[in-house]
């Protein structure tokens, strides 16, 4: 038997991402929305790298919970 408590569980984040194709004129665009934990707020995102680097902000400074 060990003695040593087991260590907390890290904190985590769930995000639903959901990304699409849709015609701009005659042009097929890339579009992403993401819901924020809880329903509390969508951010959508026309490129690749803007929700990346959203993200990537999340990664490095999470919004308080």
């Not at 665009?29 to 680097?53: C, H, I, K, N």
């Amino acid at each position: 038997m060990n003695d040593f408590p087991h260590p907390p569980l890290p904190e985590h984040t769930v995000y639903l991402l959901r990304i699409w194709h849709e015609l701009d004129g005659s042009k097929v665009v890339w579009r992403a929305s993401v819901l924020l934990p809880y329903g509390t707020q969508r951010r959508y995102f026309a490129t690749p790298d803007a929700l990346l680097e959203f993200l990537n902000a999340q990664v490095r400074d999470p919004e308080p919970e």
